[in-house]
């Protein structure tokens, strides 16, 4: 059922001005809401409608889009509302004032290199928080990218056939695609779909982009191979020898035919690409000399005294597309026991930098250099959990992550309230549930233009271990000495029973304080009763559950030390709150 241009839509609320378009999925309006903001609302088209699955199409549809709204990011379009039958089922979207890259290479011609890899990194980037949720975006394409007009910013729109995926799982999906740049497993019906899927889609617009041409339809590439054990797909190169070796092999690896032949995660086949070129900043944040070993060094990496291996996406690799990051050094004492050599101290340093949150209120974000760890805890560990198994290795791209727990000051700045028990502006805020902080972290979002979020779990463990393998960061034990605010198992008189100040306590190699006790800290994830099947590329681990508890880490003051090992997974309901429940930000590079 078409919309006419005036028509009312939920009790006036918006007022459709005209269409825009309409695809094999959805038709999409240009309208405004009462406040005269220009907004875009799409709506099923009559094909599917029709259907004989509708209701599955239309359930799928609206409860996809109900998983996008929960979460902002300056590259994916925001959904503003679901509708359900007002006067038919309809997603209210922002309106992306700008030019499609369609329209772009249209009217410019192929892009220069590192102008389309800008865009490329940026909507790939968005793309791994998409599929931390369990969505495919699976319709990804010049035309649904939009470059806004101030900012020049990528925008990731048209999430109309968005699907969730279950990692390993067969998904049967009727074909909606684009040819050129779908894969072959899109063609099928009943086949496994995951973050390969939108890697494929993602090389062929960057194909397009840098060579101004489309690739070859996968379906006929796959029955070429099938056929002649020949691959007829021209490289990029070969069509435009401007192009760059590390471009062009990263886009073909992203367009191989079969699926496992392709990078399994939008974040490995980015590493593959070649970093964008971009204008150096009046003073620069790293002096040109300073090479990628004497970068790791100076915070605090390049001795090889921690069990870290650099490697996945490295800060260094990172650290050109923070240009408006102004990052610091800092020092710290580092505190460790060993049985034989009692209790260690050493000075370290690492790079930060402040978020102004006004009325003097900073929130400090640690710079933490990517790597590879041993997650979870071996069969050997004291008051190990099964939970934590199998212990698997695990590469964690660098990213941010807060240098103390948030504090009532900062959440107070944010969202206007304070609901701790325990007062005090530079206790960590409690009492907060997971909605909690994933609401603050869209408000710090709007505010600062960053990305902020909750750390995953896989995140949150190899921050807190810090390049050691031991039960807490300290070493085998808390109890030789006051290194932590916990509870339960201490001596009464050396028990405090309530929060403490952030940063009361030693911080771990990273320069990180509180990762043990104090308050318990919610993580993205989803809780698994085991590690089986789980993602080895650090991202938050959602699909694949029927269980709707969110992930909290680190003990608080209340539990004993087991609770507050590196390896504790404790769990609960997404919306329940406690006094020993606070949470940490982290900031995607």
Known sequence: MAWNPGQQIKQGKYQIIKKLGEGGFGITYLARDTSGRSIVIKTPTDRV????????????????????????????????????????????????????????????????????????????????????????????????????????????????????????????????LTPGYA??????????????????????????LVT????????????????????????????????????????????????????????????????????????????????RQQFLKLI??????????????????????????????????VVTINEQKGVQKETKQAKFFTENLGNGVLLEMVAIPGGTFPMGSPTSEKDRENDESPQRTVTVSAFFLGRYEVTQAQYEAIMGNNPSTFKGRKRPVEQITWNDAQ????????????????????????????????????????????????GADQPKKFRRDQTTDVGSFPANAFGLHDMHGNVWEWCEDTYHASYQNAPIDGSAWISDNKNVNRLRRGGSWLNPARYCRSAFRGNSEPNYRDGSFGFRVACTI
């Not at 799928?60 to 929960?70: G, M, P, Q, T």
Request: hydrophobic share 35%; with cysteine; net charge neutral.
């Open 49 to 176: 409608l029709n259907h004989p699955n509708a209701k599955k199409l239309l359930n799928d549809f609206l409860n996809e889009a109900l998983k996008l709204a929960r979460f902002q990011h300056p590259n994916v379009v925001n959904v503003i509302e679901v509708i359900r039958d007002d006067p038919q089922d309809a997603i209210v979207m922002e309106y992306v004032e700008g030019q499609s890259l369609k329209d772009i290479l249209n009217y410019y011609g192929v892009l220069p290199e590192a102008k389309a890899l800008k865009y490329i990194q940026q909507i790939g980037q968005a793309l791994t928080i998409v599929h931390a949720q369990g969505l495919l975006h699976r319709d990804i394409k010049p035309d649904n990218i939009i470059v806004r007009s101030h900012t020049d910013e990528a925008v990731l729109i048209d999430f109309g056939i968005a699907r969730g995926f279950k990692p390993g799982s067969t998904q049967t999906d009727t074909p909606n």
């Open 183 to 208: 894969p072959f497993e899109q063609y099928n019906e009943p086949a496994q779909r995951g973050p390969y899927t939108d890697v494929y889609a993602l090389a062929a617009t960057l194909y397009e």
């Open 212 to 291: 101004g041409q489309l690739p070859i339809e996968a379906l006929g590439r796959a029955v070429e191979f099938a056929r002649y054990k020949s691959d007829s797909l021209r490289s990029p190169k070969s069509i435009n020898p401007k192009i760059s070796d590390r471009t062009n092999r990263a886009i073909l690896k992203g367009l191989a035919i079969k699926a496992n032949d392709r990078p399994q995660t939008m974040q490995v086949w980015l590493n593959l690409l070649e970093p964008p070129v971009v204008i150096s900043p009046a003073k620069p944040l790293v002096k040109p000399s300073i090479n």
């Open 300 to 333: 605090g990496f390049g001795g090889g005294s921690l069990l870290l291996t650099v490697g996945g996406k490295s800060l260094w690799d990172s650290i050109s597309k923070t240009s408006s990051i102004d990052l610091k050094d800092f020092s710290f004492e």
């Open 439 to 486: 609401e603050f972290c869209q408000k710090l979002n709007q505010r600062t233009g960053r990305k902020y979020r909750l750390p995953s779990e896989a995140e949150w463990e190899y921050a807190c271990r810090a390049g050691t393998t031991t039960m807490f960061h300290f070493g085998a034990s808390i109890d030789v000495i006051s290194l932590a605010n916990y």
